[in-house]
């Protein structure tokens, strides 16, 4: 009978729509998270006299981007993925995590002078507006490379991970260069280490350790955000009042 088929096209329309609805505002969350993150840090956490400072910091790691991004690409151009083994969390750590915290840290120095004499936190609040402006973009570069396959690795635990990246990664590079000798050396290595634990995350949800992945990047994102909240919220100390 003609008529008992319309329901069933009607549901497969709607089926359809309701898949690209949830395919779209994944790829959404991936590309715009970040963005809207920082902006709710510049309205919530930075001092408003800052706000330019900080909305021009943005618009620079922006600019350094894409060049960035093609830096970033060439280890796992050159080096092959190994698919289903642990060795592919050091894929993950050279092709994503160590260039998204070190690439922006150099880029950094084309736009400003580390050792700058600023206020209370402003580095650090600087250097993180730099930091989102750069893998704010490489959200909408992951989306590129996941399109048309994605994956609840890539669309919904990465963007915390680099979320987590953009706190604490400029946490650790003015640690890192405050800091001299063997000081310095336990600074880059605990920063390299976390990378590479970042880069754990995806072999676990392929052996299906799924919760453990998710409690390792919920660790990662909770420890990023105590590691920076004290530069964040830094504030020049209130004058004494006379007499």
């Known amino acids: 009978m003609p008529h008992a088929a319309l329901p069933r096209a009607g549901c497969a329309s709607c089926e359809r729509a309701w898949a690209y609805v949830n395919l779209a505002s994944m790829y959404a969350f991936l590309v715009f998270s970040l963005p809207l993150a920082i902006f709710l840090l510049d309205m919530l956490v930075y001092p408003r006299q800052e706000l330019v400072s900080m909305r021009r910091a943005f618009v620079r790691g922006l600019v350094a981007a894409l060049p960035i991004w093609l830096l970033s690409r060439i280890p796992g151009l050159v080096i092959p993925y190994f698919w289903?083994?642990?060795?592919?969390?050091?894929?993950?750590?050279?092709?994503?995590?160590?260039?998204?915290?070190?690439?922006?840290?150099?880029?950094?120095?084309?736009?400003?002078r580390y050792g700058e004499r600023l206020g209370p936190g402003m580095a650090q609040r600087r250097l993180t507006s730099f930091y989102a402006g750069c893998l704010a973009l490489f959200g909408l570069g992951e989306m590129t490379k996941a399109w048309g396959h994605p994956d609840i690795y890539t669309v919904m635990v990465l963007p915390f991970i680099l979320a987590a990246t953009t706190l604490a990664a400029p946490r650790i590079v003015l640690a890192a260069l405050g800091?001299?000798?063997?000081?310095?050396?336990?600074?880059?290595?605990?920063?390299?280490?976390?990378?590479?634990?970042?880069?754990?995350?995806?072999?676990?949800?392929?052996?299906?350790?799924?919760?453990?992945?998710?409690?390792?990047?919920?660790?990662?994102?909770?420890?990023?955000?105590?590691?920076?909240?004290?530069?964040?919220?830094?504030?020049?100390?209130?004058?004494?009042?006379?007499?």
């Open 179 to 243: 800091s001299w000798g063997f000081r310095r050396a336990i600074i880059i290595g605990a920063g390299a280490l976390v990378t590479l634990a970042a880069g754990c995350i995806l072999p676990l949800f392929l052996a299906q350790l799924w919760p453990l992945a998710l409690l390792l990047a919920g660790v990662l994102c909770a420890s990023a955000w105590f590691l920076s909240a004290a530069g964040l919220f830094a504030r020049p100390s209130a004058p004494l009042a006379a007499g």
């Open 84 to 112: 289903g083994s642990p060795f592919l969390a050091v894929n993950e750590w050279l092709d994503r995590f160590l260039p998204y915290s070190i690439l922006p840290a150099l880029a950094y120095a084309v736009f400003y």
